[in-house]
């Protein structure tokens, strides 16, 4: 298996994420490279410092204008945290989720801009606007600059701590992924993803007006423990599929998108699979060693078919386990979603020997943790 349209795809210079990040993290970033960028894809990492240079003086601006009131922020409620695996069915539950008006959330141009979205945002949107697919790539789900996203893009375009950075820089994947887990790193490090994170956290909650956030953001679920030294009180929602579905989902995933983010020449196929393949092990090793962290009824674990087939049934269980209002509000809202919605049912693929075997030797232990016969 190889990438998909690496070739074609060498000079699409938008689709990457680099261009929101702030010049220190792009220099961080080029110095834990050593300043390696593929010959190919220099004109990818031009476009990306081009436009992080332009705004530049825009998120200084809004740092001097705001940073008073986001260090004064208080969290008034502990966030809700969606875990999971990518390809797991995160973004559709988020989407769900956040149609509840009790709820906040990162939008994709908060998340893609997350240095200029207070004050700047009818000038900057239309730029995520433009470089942003109608749908994405893998799954035809619809995007827009207004609708909920990942945080941990915010958090990459601050911080060196984010996993999609082994996406950009796939030579060093194994460093991010450590990121990913924060085993092996540095004391200082993990201070200063908290430090990042709870900063953007509390920037997002001032422009929410308070609101209870429920955050996607899928390195979390390597991060129990961390999360609970921030928010004691933090409501946790995994969402489990099919490892073998997963599996096949997550190759489609990185042979479309790896080819839109680089700006190395990615390494063979054969080892980013082996890498996305360590890491999903040793991802829900650690969830599965610190989900007993969590405090009793502050857990909801939830498996994607479950879902796909009974979404309305298992949205009322997520509210009723974690003691959450806004159900009966929402309801409506989350049903005209869900008919809108009715021809996505997940891809369900046929696994060859090959990859059955792989999958039971590196994953065998999540089907029995998470009842997959």
């Not at 929410?208 to 129990?224: F, M, P, S």
């Not at 005209?336 to 693929?349: H, I, P, V």
Request: glycine share 4%; hydrophobic share 40%.
């Amino acid at each position: 298996m190889d990438y998909e349209d690496l070739q074609k795809k060498t000079l699409v210079l938008t689709k990457t994420p680099l261009a929101g990040y702030t010049l220190s993290n792009l220099f961080l970033l080029l110095r834990q490279n050593n300043f390696r960028i593929s010959y190919r894809y220099l004109p990818r990492f031009m476009y990306s410092t081009t436009v992080s240079s332009v705004m530049a003086p825009f998120r200084v601006r809004e740092r001097k204008k705001f940073d008073r009131n986001i260090v004064h922020t208080t969290i008034p409620h502990h966030p809700i945290f969606i875990l999971g695996h990518w390809r797991s069915g995160t973004t559709y539950l988020h989407n769900v989720l956040s149609l509840d008006k009790n709820l906040g959330y990162f939008t994709t141009f908060q998340a893609y801009l997350p240095g200029v979205f207070l004050a700047y945002e009818q000038l900057f949107k239309p730029l995520v606007a433009s470089s942003i697919p109608e749908t994405r790539p893998m799954d035809n789900v619809a995007m827009h600059p207004d609708f909920p996203q990942e945080d941990q893009y915010a958090v990459g375009a601050f911080s060196p701590y984010s996993y999609y950075h082994g996406w950009c820089f796939p030579h060093n994947m194994s460093l991010y992924n450590r990121f990913v887990l924060m085993d092996d790193v540095p004391d200082i490090d993990i201070q200063r993803w908290k430090n990042v994170y709870l900063y953007l956290l509390k920037k997002v909650t001032l422009a929410v007006g308070g609101k209870r956030l429920i955050l996607k953001n899928q390195d979390n679920t390597a991060k129990i423990k961390l999360l609970l030294e921030l928010f004691p009180d933090a409501k946790f929602l995994l969402i489990q599929r099919n490892p073998y579905d997963l599996y096949y989902s997550m190759l489609k995933f990185m042979r479309m998108v790896i080819p839109l983010y680089c700006v190395q020449t990615p390494p063979p196929f054969d080892a980013v699979e082996d890498s996305m393949m360590d890491l999903y092990a040793k991802m829900f090793r650690k969830y599965l060693k610190e989900r007993s962290l969590i405090p009793t009824g502050n857990l909801v674990e939830v498996k994607y078919e479950d879902f796909i087939r009974e979404p309305m049934d298992l949205l009322q269980k997520i509210y009723t386990d974690l003691s959450l209002d806004g159900f009966a509000a929402s309801k409506e809202s989350f049903d005209t979603y869900l008919k809108t919605q009715t021809s996505f049912n997940g891809e369900s693929y046929r696994i060859s020997d090959d990859a059955k075997e792989k999958v039971d030797k590196r994953w065998g232990f999540v089907f029995q943790a998470f009842d997959y016969s």
